[in-house]
């Protein structure tokens, strides 16, 4: 099954793809998500997603089917999985 991963600008620059479809075997996390996509697609992204001490950095937002996740969080075939960076201005 494919797991498909949208992606906020920041990250589409990144990718050069509005989203990823990845097959879901041997992906069972949330990190483990990331970790495929930081596989596929380098440090850069790693660098905008992880801070230093290997957690999610704290303005990024992972959504698994509209709801707000975790690293730990568990990823089911066909789940839909958002990685924004929300932005504010003034």
């Known amino acids: ?29 949330v990190k483990e998500l990331l970790d495929k996509l930081i596989e596929e697609y380098g440090d850069k992204l790693r660098r905008e997603i992880f801070r230093s001490n290997g957690k999610i950095a704290p303005h990024i937002a992972i959504l698994i089917n509209g709801q707000t996740s975790g690293s730990d969080t568990k990823i089911r075939d066909s789940d839909e999985v958002w990685i924004i960076a929300p932005v504010a201005g003034g």
């Open 1 to 29: 099954m494919v797991i498909i991963i949208k992606l906020a600008p920041l990250f589409r620059e990144i990718v050069q793809k509005s989203k990823v479809e990845l097959e879901s075997e041997g992906i069972n996390t």
